[in-house]
Protein backbone atom coordinates (compact mmCIF):
# COMPACT_ATOMS: atom_id res chain seq x y z
CA UNK A 1 0.00 0.00 0.00
CA UNK A 2 1.42 3.53 -1.07
CA UNK A 3 2.43 5.70 2.22
CA UNK A 4 0.25 8.13 1.36
CA UNK A 5 -2.68 5.69 1.43
CA UNK A 6 -2.02 4.49 5.16
CA UNK A 7 -1.61 8.45 5.82
CA UNK A 8 -5.05 9.23 4.39
CA UNK A 9 -6.76 6.47 6.76
CA UNK A 10 -7.86 8.76 8.66
CA UNK A 11 -11.42 9.66 9.63
CA UNK A 12 -11.55 13.14 8.83
CA UNK A 13 -10.07 12.45 5.29
CA UNK A 14 -12.23 9.30 4.46
CA UNK A 15 -15.26 11.49 5.15
CA UNK A 16 -14.34 14.29 2.52
CA UNK A 17 -13.68 11.07 0.07
CA UNK A 18 -17.44 9.81 0.80
CA UNK A 19 -18.88 13.18 0.38
CA UNK A 20 -16.90 13.49 -2.95
CA UNK A 21 -18.16 10.10 -4.10
CA UNK A 22 -21.80 11.08 -3.33
CA UNK A 23 -21.18 14.31 -5.18
CA UNK A 24 -19.05 12.35 -8.38
CA UNK A 25 -22.16 9.54 -8.70
CA UNK A 26 -24.37 12.28 -9.30
CA UNK A 27 -22.69 14.27 -11.73
CA UNK A 28 -21.68 10.98 -13.25
CA UNK A 29 -17.84 11.83 -13.49
CA UNK A 30 -15.22 8.51 -14.90
CA UNK A 31 -13.57 6.54 -12.95
CA UNK A 32 -10.24 7.72 -14.24
CA UNK A 33 -11.08 11.94 -13.85
CA UNK A 34 -12.80 11.30 -10.56
CA UNK A 35 -9.79 9.89 -8.70
CA UNK A 36 -7.32 12.34 -10.11
CA UNK A 37 -9.78 15.03 -9.22
CA UNK A 38 -10.40 13.57 -5.63
CA UNK A 39 -6.40 13.03 -4.77
CA UNK A 40 -4.29 16.04 -3.22
CA UNK A 41 -1.63 17.36 -5.78
CA UNK A 42 1.14 17.63 -3.04
CA UNK A 43 1.49 17.01 0.71
CA UNK A 44 5.10 18.95 2.33
CA UNK A 45 5.34 17.56 5.61
CA UNK A 46 8.10 19.65 7.70
CA UNK A 47 9.97 18.95 10.53
CA UNK A 48 10.85 22.02 12.39
CA UNK A 49 13.12 22.41 15.83
CA UNK A 50 12.34 25.74 17.76
CA UNK A 51 14.32 27.03 20.87
CA UNK A 52 11.94 27.64 23.53
CA UNK A 53 12.18 29.72 26.20
CA UNK A 54 13.81 27.64 28.66
CA UNK A 55 16.50 27.05 26.23
CA UNK A 56 15.72 23.74 25.05
CA UNK A 57 15.03 22.73 21.53
CA UNK A 58 11.91 20.83 20.10
CA UNK A 59 10.69 19.73 16.70
CA UNK A 60 7.36 20.67 15.61
CA UNK A 61 6.31 18.60 12.87
CA UNK A 62 3.82 20.94 9.99
CA UNK A 63 2.18 19.81 6.51
CA UNK A 64 1.04 22.13 3.53
CA UNK A 65 -1.15 20.10 1.30
CA UNK A 66 -2.15 21.56 -1.71
CA UNK A 67 -4.84 19.31 -2.89
CA UNK A 68 -5.82 21.38 -6.98
CA UNK A 69 -3.51 23.26 -8.47
CA UNK A 70 -5.15 23.01 -12.18
CA UNK A 71 -7.63 26.14 -11.48
CA UNK A 72 -4.92 28.88 -10.28
CA UNK A 73 -2.97 29.40 -7.28
CA UNK A 74 -3.79 27.37 -4.06
CA UNK A 75 -5.81 28.91 -0.89
CA UNK A 76 -6.37 27.76 2.40
CA UNK A 77 -5.47 28.18 5.80
CA UNK A 78 -3.17 27.41 8.56
CA UNK A 79 -4.04 25.01 11.72
CA UNK A 80 -2.31 25.46 14.63
CA UNK A 81 -4.12 22.67 16.85
CA UNK A 82 -2.60 19.60 18.56
CA UNK A 83 -4.46 16.85 16.87
CA UNK A 84 -3.56 17.76 13.42
CA UNK A 85 -3.10 15.00 11.10
CA UNK A 86 -1.76 14.93 7.33
CA UNK A 87 -5.00 13.23 7.05
CA UNK A 88 -6.89 15.89 8.48
CA UNK A 89 -5.33 18.35 6.66
CA UNK A 90 -5.64 16.91 3.20
CA UNK A 91 -9.17 16.68 3.77
CA UNK A 92 -9.56 20.48 4.36
CA UNK A 93 -6.98 21.11 1.74
CA UNK A 94 -10.02 19.38 -0.35
CA UNK A 95 -12.91 20.94 0.67
CA UNK A 96 -10.76 24.37 -0.06
CA UNK A 97 -10.67 23.33 -3.59
CA UNK A 98 -14.68 22.55 -3.90
CA UNK A 99 -15.34 25.62 -1.85
CA UNK A 100 -13.38 28.13 -4.08
CA UNK A 101 -14.66 26.54 -7.14
CA UNK A 102 -18.19 26.83 -6.12
CA UNK A 103 -18.26 30.69 -5.42
CA UNK A 104 -16.12 31.67 -8.80
CA UNK A 105 -12.60 31.98 -7.00
CA UNK A 106 -9.42 31.70 -9.29
CA UNK A 107 -7.79 29.45 -6.78
CA UNK A 108 -6.94 25.62 -6.33
CA UNK A 109 -7.13 24.56 -2.45
CA UNK A 110 -4.78 24.11 0.17
CA UNK A 111 -4.25 24.05 3.86
CA UNK A 112 -1.80 23.70 6.32
CA UNK A 113 -0.88 22.41 9.88
CA UNK A 114 1.25 22.83 12.71
CA UNK A 115 1.03 20.05 15.72
CA UNK A 116 1.02 22.06 18.54
CA UNK A 117 -0.73 23.51 21.59
CA UNK A 118 -0.18 27.20 20.73
CA UNK A 119 -1.62 28.25 23.76
CA UNK A 120 1.16 27.04 25.85
CA UNK A 121 3.52 28.92 24.44
CA UNK A 122 4.94 31.98 24.99
CA UNK A 123 4.42 34.81 22.61
CA UNK A 124 8.18 34.35 21.70
CA UNK A 125 8.01 30.68 21.43
CA UNK A 126 4.87 31.15 19.24
CA UNK A 127 6.63 33.72 16.81
CA UNK A 128 9.77 31.76 16.22
CA UNK A 129 7.60 28.26 15.52
CA UNK A 130 5.49 30.53 12.63
CA UNK A 131 8.41 32.37 11.26
CA UNK A 132 9.91 28.68 11.28
CA UNK A 133 7.30 27.29 9.84
CA UNK A 134 6.91 29.83 6.71
CA UNK A 135 10.82 29.94 6.16
CA UNK A 136 10.47 26.09 5.61
CA UNK A 137 7.47 26.14 3.16
CA UNK A 138 8.48 28.87 1.26
CA UNK A 139 9.60 27.16 -1.67
CA UNK A 140 5.73 26.04 -2.40
CA UNK A 141 4.06 28.81 -1.71
CA UNK A 142 3.37 32.58 -3.27
CA UNK A 143 1.46 34.98 -4.90
CA UNK A 144 0.99 33.36 -7.88
CA UNK A 145 1.58 29.90 -6.45
CA UNK A 146 -0.16 29.10 -2.86
CA UNK A 147 -1.47 31.60 -0.59
CA UNK A 148 -2.14 30.77 3.03
CA UNK A 149 -4.20 32.40 5.97
CA UNK A 150 -5.29 31.66 9.39
CA UNK A 151 -7.71 28.94 10.55
CA UNK A 152 -7.75 27.66 14.31
CA UNK A 153 -5.05 28.53 16.56
CA UNK A 154 -3.87 31.13 13.86
CA UNK A 155 -4.60 34.71 14.19
CA UNK A 156 -3.64 38.42 12.08
CA UNK A 157 -0.46 38.32 14.02
CA UNK A 158 0.84 34.76 13.40
CA UNK A 159 -0.25 35.93 9.22
CA UNK A 160 1.95 39.50 9.58
CA UNK A 161 5.03 36.81 11.47
CA UNK A 162 5.01 34.56 7.96
CA UNK A 163 4.35 37.38 5.75
CA UNK A 164 7.43 39.23 7.43
CA UNK A 165 9.36 36.29 6.92
CA UNK A 166 8.26 35.46 3.42
CA UNK A 167 9.36 39.36 2.70
CA UNK A 168 12.37 39.14 3.87
CA UNK A 169 13.42 35.95 1.82
CA UNK A 170 12.56 37.58 -1.07
CA UNK A 171 13.96 40.83 -0.27
CA UNK A 172 10.57 42.88 -0.91
CA UNK A 173 7.68 43.75 1.06
CA UNK A 174 5.08 40.77 -0.86
CA UNK A 175 1.76 40.90 1.22
CA UNK A 176 -0.05 39.39 -1.66
CA UNK A 177 1.63 36.13 0.03
CA UNK A 178 -0.85 35.54 2.88
CA UNK A 179 -4.41 36.82 3.90
CA UNK A 180 -5.72 37.72 7.03
CA UNK A 181 -3.07 39.99 7.64
CA UNK A 182 -3.31 43.08 10.21
CA UNK A 183 -4.64 46.36 8.03
CA UNK A 184 -1.85 47.97 9.10
CA UNK A 185 0.56 45.48 6.45
CA UNK A 186 -2.38 45.29 3.81
CA UNK A 187 -4.64 43.49 5.13
CA UNK A 188 -8.40 44.10 4.01
CA UNK A 189 -10.99 45.82 6.20
CA UNK A 190 -13.82 43.27 6.80
CA UNK A 191 -11.18 39.83 6.54
CA UNK A 192 -11.95 39.67 10.40
CA UNK A 193 -15.42 39.48 10.13
CA UNK A 194 -15.97 37.89 6.86
CA UNK A 195 -16.22 34.24 7.56
CA UNK A 196 -18.92 35.02 10.57
CA UNK A 197 -20.77 37.86 8.28
CA UNK A 198 -21.02 35.18 5.68
CA UNK A 199 -22.40 32.27 7.87
CA UNK A 200 -24.35 35.11 9.39
CA UNK A 201 -25.99 36.17 5.27
CA UNK A 202 -26.86 32.59 4.53
CA UNK A 203 -28.70 31.84 7.93
CA UNK A 204 -30.66 34.95 7.28
CA UNK A 205 -31.04 33.74 3.70
CA UNK A 206 -32.05 30.31 4.34
CA UNK A 207 -34.16 31.44 7.36
CA UNK A 208 -36.14 33.74 5.22
CA UNK A 209 -36.77 31.13 2.59
CA UNK A 210 -38.77 29.04 5.35
CA UNK A 211 -40.53 32.90 6.55
CA UNK A 212 -39.20 32.55 9.65
CA UNK A 213 -38.29 35.82 11.56
CA UNK A 214 -34.99 37.09 13.78
CA UNK A 215 -37.07 38.05 16.79
CA UNK A 216 -38.34 34.26 17.03
CA UNK A 217 -34.85 33.46 16.14
CA UNK A 218 -32.52 31.51 18.68
CA UNK A 219 -29.19 30.64 18.21
CA UNK A 220 -26.55 27.87 19.94
CA UNK A 221 -22.74 28.25 18.61
CA UNK A 222 -20.14 25.70 19.30
CA UNK A 223 -16.77 27.19 19.27
CA UNK A 224 -16.01 30.94 19.91
CA UNK A 225 -13.44 32.09 18.23
CA UNK A 226 -12.94 34.23 15.06
CA UNK A 227 -16.18 32.70 13.32
CA UNK A 228 -18.30 31.53 16.55
CA UNK A 229 -18.22 35.38 17.88
CA UNK A 230 -18.77 37.32 14.87
CA UNK A 231 -21.12 34.75 13.54
CA UNK A 232 -23.04 35.75 16.51
CA UNK A 233 -22.41 39.38 16.51
CA UNK A 234 -24.12 39.60 13.40
CA UNK A 235 -27.05 37.59 14.32
CA UNK A 236 -27.93 39.45 17.72
CA UNK A 237 -27.15 42.76 15.54
CA UNK A 238 -30.10 41.20 13.34
CA UNK A 239 -32.19 40.50 15.91
CA UNK A 240 -32.00 37.13 17.26
CA UNK A 241 -31.29 35.72 20.04
CA UNK A 242 -27.85 33.97 21.11
CA UNK A 243 -29.04 31.72 23.65
CA UNK A 244 -25.48 29.23 23.58
CA UNK A 245 -22.29 29.57 22.99
CA UNK A 246 -19.20 27.46 23.84
CA UNK A 247 -15.22 26.81 23.70
CA UNK A 248 -12.64 24.21 24.07
CA UNK A 249 -13.57 24.86 27.95
CA UNK A 250 -17.23 24.18 27.97
CA UNK A 251 -20.40 26.11 27.33
CA UNK A 252 -22.80 28.78 28.51
CA UNK A 253 -26.32 28.22 28.74
CA UNK A 254 -28.66 31.22 28.67
CA UNK A 255 -32.27 30.48 27.64
CA UNK A 256 -33.13 34.64 28.07
CA UNK A 257 -29.73 35.59 25.95
CA UNK A 258 -26.29 35.97 25.89
CA UNK A 259 -24.54 39.16 27.06
CA UNK A 260 -22.07 38.86 23.64
CA UNK A 261 -20.09 42.15 24.21
CA UNK A 262 -19.30 40.80 27.96
CA UNK A 263 -18.58 37.01 27.14
CA UNK A 264 -16.53 38.22 24.58
CA UNK A 265 -14.33 40.61 26.64
CA UNK A 266 -14.31 37.88 28.83
CA UNK A 267 -12.69 35.32 26.92
CA UNK A 268 -9.94 37.74 25.34
CA UNK A 269 -9.25 38.41 29.06
CA UNK A 270 -9.39 34.82 30.32
CA UNK A 271 -8.84 33.00 27.32
CA UNK A 272 -11.26 30.86 27.41
CA UNK A 273 -14.75 31.09 28.97
CA UNK A 274 -13.78 29.15 31.69
CA UNK A 275 -15.65 30.68 34.48
CA UNK A 276 -17.61 32.87 32.61
CA UNK A 277 -21.38 33.27 34.58
CA UNK A 278 -23.16 35.00 31.72
CA UNK A 279 -25.71 31.71 31.96
CA UNK A 280 -25.83 28.36 33.16
CA UNK A 281 -23.01 25.86 32.52
CA UNK A 282 -23.32 22.87 30.15
CA UNK A 283 -20.81 20.47 28.33
CA UNK A 284 -20.05 21.08 24.61
CA UNK A 285 -22.25 17.27 24.20
CA UNK A 286 -24.89 19.05 26.10
CA UNK A 287 -24.53 22.15 24.04
CA UNK A 288 -25.18 20.41 20.32
CA UNK A 289 -28.54 19.30 21.84
CA UNK A 290 -30.34 22.86 23.66
CA UNK A 291 -33.56 23.06 21.53
CA UNK A 292 -32.80 26.26 19.14
CA UNK A 293 -33.75 27.60 15.86
CA UNK A 294 -30.10 27.59 14.37
CA UNK A 295 -27.22 25.20 15.67
CA UNK A 296 -23.87 26.61 14.37
CA UNK A 297 -20.77 24.48 14.83
CA UNK A 298 -17.77 26.33 14.54
CA UNK A 299 -14.73 24.70 16.10
CA UNK A 300 -13.26 21.25 14.96
CA UNK A 301 -14.66 18.21 12.69
CA UNK A 302 -16.96 15.57 13.21
CA UNK A 303 -18.93 17.10 16.38
CA UNK A 304 -22.64 15.77 14.50
CA UNK A 305 -22.25 12.22 14.77
CA UNK A 306 -24.41 9.46 14.70
CA UNK A 307 -24.57 9.54 18.31
CA UNK A 308 -26.25 12.72 17.91
CA UNK A 309 -27.85 13.74 15.09
CA UNK A 310 -31.15 11.85 16.06
CA UNK A 311 -31.14 13.96 19.20
CA UNK A 312 -30.23 17.30 17.06
CA UNK A 313 -33.10 19.71 18.30
CA UNK A 314 -32.62 22.70 15.85
CA UNK A 315 -34.77 23.89 12.53
CA UNK A 316 -31.08 24.45 10.90
CA UNK A 317 -27.60 22.84 10.80
CA UNK A 318 -25.31 25.74 9.69
CA UNK A 319 -21.94 24.69 9.09
CA UNK A 320 -18.98 27.36 10.16
CA UNK A 321 -16.68 25.09 10.70
CA UNK A 322 -15.20 22.51 8.26
CA UNK A 323 -16.65 19.42 8.35
CA UNK A 324 -18.66 19.30 11.63
CA UNK A 325 -21.20 16.24 10.59
CA UNK A 326 -19.96 12.65 9.69
CA UNK A 327 -21.35 11.11 6.68
CA UNK A 328 -23.37 8.83 9.21
CA UNK A 329 -24.75 11.87 10.84
CA UNK A 330 -25.59 13.24 7.44
CA UNK A 331 -27.49 9.66 6.42
CA UNK A 332 -29.67 10.16 9.77
CA UNK A 333 -30.00 14.06 9.00
CA UNK A 334 -31.28 13.29 5.96
CA UNK A 335 -33.91 11.05 6.51
CA UNK A 336 -34.97 12.96 9.51
CA UNK A 337 -35.87 15.68 6.87
CA UNK A 338 -37.01 17.85 9.56
CA UNK A 339 -33.35 20.31 9.80
CA UNK A 340 -32.33 22.69 7.18
CA UNK A 341 -28.89 21.94 6.64
CA UNK A 342 -26.77 24.84 5.14
CA UNK A 343 -22.82 23.00 4.14
CA UNK A 344 -19.31 23.66 5.32
CA UNK A 345 -18.59 24.58 1.52
CA UNK A 346 -21.08 27.04 0.98
CA UNK A 347 -21.84 28.19 4.94
CA UNK A 348 -18.00 29.68 5.75
CA UNK A 349 -17.16 30.60 2.39
CA UNK A 350 -17.38 33.74 3.24
CA UNK A 351 -13.62 33.63 4.71
CA UNK A 352 -12.10 33.03 1.64
CA UNK A 353 -14.32 35.51 -0.53
CA UNK A 354 -12.83 38.33 1.36
CA UNK A 355 -9.04 36.78 1.72
CA UNK A 356 -9.15 36.74 -2.62
CA UNK A 357 -10.59 40.41 -1.96
CA UNK A 358 -7.19 41.02 -0.12
CA UNK A 359 -5.13 39.37 -2.38
CA UNK A 360 -6.65 41.54 -4.94
CA UNK A 361 -6.15 45.03 -3.15
CA UNK A 362 -2.66 43.48 -2.11
CA UNK A 363 -1.33 43.11 -6.00
CA UNK A 364 -3.26 46.05 -7.20
CA UNK A 365 -2.17 48.18 -4.57
CA UNK A 366 -5.05 50.02 -4.26
CA UNK A 367 -7.45 49.67 -1.96
CA UNK A 368 -11.22 49.56 -1.25
CA UNK A 369 -13.75 50.38 1.56
CA UNK A 370 -15.19 48.07 4.08
CA UNK A 371 -18.76 49.12 2.35
CA UNK A 372 -17.41 48.05 -0.85
CA UNK A 373 -16.09 44.53 0.62
CA UNK A 374 -19.07 43.72 2.00
CA UNK A 375 -21.17 44.78 -1.17
CA UNK A 376 -19.21 42.51 -3.10
CA UNK A 377 -19.16 39.88 -0.73
CA UNK A 378 -22.66 39.82 -0.69
CA UNK A 379 -23.15 39.85 -4.09
CA UNK A 380 -20.61 36.58 -4.70
CA UNK A 381 -23.01 35.10 -1.75
CA UNK A 382 -26.37 35.28 -3.22
CA UNK A 383 -25.06 34.45 -6.60
CA UNK A 384 -23.05 31.19 -4.97
CA UNK A 385 -26.96 30.12 -2.49
CA UNK A 386 -28.72 30.57 -6.32
CA UNK A 387 -26.47 28.53 -8.12
CA UNK A 388 -26.33 25.59 -4.92
CA UNK A 389 -30.26 25.70 -4.52
CA UNK A 390 -31.03 25.27 -8.77
CA UNK A 391 -28.08 22.48 -8.41
CA UNK A 392 -30.49 21.06 -5.73
CA UNK A 393 -33.59 21.17 -7.30
CA UNK A 394 -31.88 19.72 -10.96
CA UNK A 395 -30.64 16.48 -9.09
CA UNK A 396 -33.04 16.55 -6.44
CA UNK A 397 -30.11 15.93 -3.64
CA UNK A 398 -29.23 17.40 -0.53
CA UNK A 399 -27.50 20.75 -0.16
CA UNK A 400 -24.96 19.44 0.83
CA UNK A 401 -24.12 17.19 -2.17
CA UNK A 402 -25.46 20.02 -4.68
CA UNK A 403 -22.75 22.75 -3.42
CA UNK A 404 -20.18 19.79 -3.77
CA UNK A 405 -21.37 18.81 -7.04
CA UNK A 406 -21.14 22.25 -8.36
CA UNK A 407 -17.49 22.68 -6.80
CA UNK A 408 -16.37 19.88 -8.27
CA UNK A 409 -17.49 19.23 -11.63
CA UNK A 410 -15.83 22.99 -12.13
CA UNK A 411 -12.48 21.62 -10.92
CA UNK A 412 -12.97 18.23 -13.17
CA UNK A 413 -13.44 20.34 -16.25
CA UNK A 414 -10.59 22.21 -15.80
CA UNK A 415 -8.64 19.36 -15.44
CA UNK A 416 -9.77 17.39 -18.48
CA UNK A 417 -9.57 20.40 -20.99
CA UNK A 418 -5.57 20.63 -19.71
CA UNK A 419 -4.95 17.07 -20.00
CA UNK A 420 -2.87 14.99 -17.53
CA UNK A 421 -0.03 17.47 -16.11
CA UNK A 422 -1.49 19.98 -13.74
P1 LIG B 1 -10.41 29.96 16.24
O1 LIG B 1 -9.14 29.35 16.68
O2 LIG B 1 -10.50 31.45 16.14
O3 LIG B 1 -11.61 29.48 17.18
C1 LIG B 1 -11.87 28.12 17.43
C2 LIG B 1 -12.84 28.04 18.61
O4 LIG B 1 -13.21 26.68 18.80
C3 LIG B 1 -12.23 28.50 19.93
O5 LIG B 1 -13.22 29.17 20.68
C4 LIG B 1 -11.86 27.20 20.61
O6 LIG B 1 -11.79 27.28 22.03
C5 LIG B 1 -13.01 26.34 20.16
N1 LIG B 1 -12.74 24.91 20.29
C6 LIG B 1 -11.60 24.24 20.05
N2 LIG B 1 -11.74 22.94 20.33
C7 LIG B 1 -13.02 22.79 20.74
C8 LIG B 1 -13.80 21.69 21.17
N3 LIG B 1 -13.25 20.46 21.23
N4 LIG B 1 -15.08 21.90 21.53
C9 LIG B 1 -15.61 23.14 21.47
N5 LIG B 1 -14.96 24.22 21.08
C10 LIG B 1 -13.67 24.04 20.72
O7 LIG B 1 -10.77 29.28 14.83
P2 LIG B 1 -11.73 29.84 13.70
O8 LIG B 1 -10.88 30.56 12.71
O9 LIG B 1 -12.91 30.51 14.31
O10 LIG B 1 -12.19 28.48 12.98
C11 LIG B 1 -13.29 27.71 13.45
C12 LIG B 1 -13.78 26.79 12.34
O11 LIG B 1 -14.16 27.57 11.20
C13 LIG B 1 -12.74 25.78 11.81
O12 LIG B 1 -13.41 24.61 11.41
C14 LIG B 1 -12.17 26.49 10.59
O13 LIG B 1 -11.60 25.60 9.67
C15 LIG B 1 -13.43 27.13 10.05
N6 LIG B 1 -13.22 28.27 9.16
C16 LIG B 1 -12.49 29.35 9.54
C17 LIG B 1 -12.33 30.42 8.67
C18 LIG B 1 -11.60 31.67 9.06
O14 LIG B 1 -11.62 32.63 8.28
N7 LIG B 1 -10.99 31.75 10.22
C19 LIG B 1 -12.90 30.37 7.39
C20 LIG B 1 -13.66 29.25 7.02
C21 LIG B 1 -13.81 28.21 7.92
Known sequence: MALTQTIYQSPVFQQACNQFDDAADIIGMDAGLRERTKRPRRCVIVSMPVRMDSGNIEIFEGYRVQHNLSTGPAKGGIRFHQDV???????????????????????GGAKGGVIVN?????????????????????????????????????????????????????GHFDPGVITGK???????????????EGVAWFVKAYLQDLGVTPETTTVVI???GNVGSETA???????????????????????KG???????????????????????AVTNEELLELPCTVLIPAALERVITEKNAGKLKCRMLAEGANGPTTNEADRILTARGDIELIPDVLCNSGGVIVSYFEWLQNLQ?????????FDKLYRMLAKAKASVDETQKKYGCSRRTAALALGISRVAEAKAKRGLFP
Not at 182 to 196: D, M, N
Not at 365 to 373: A, D, F, I, L, S
Request: charge should be negative; glycine fraction near 12%.
Open 85 to 107: TLGEVAALAMWMSWKCSLVGLPY
Open 118 to 170: ARDMSLTELERLSRRYMQEITPFIGPNIDIPAPDVGTNEQVMAWMMDTYSNHV
Open 182 to 196: PIALGGSLGRREATG
Open 222 to 224: QGF
Open 233 to 255: LVLYDWGAEVIGISDFTGGIYNP
Open 258 to 280: INLKEAIAYSAQNRSLQGYTGGQ
Open 365 to 373: NYYWTKGEV
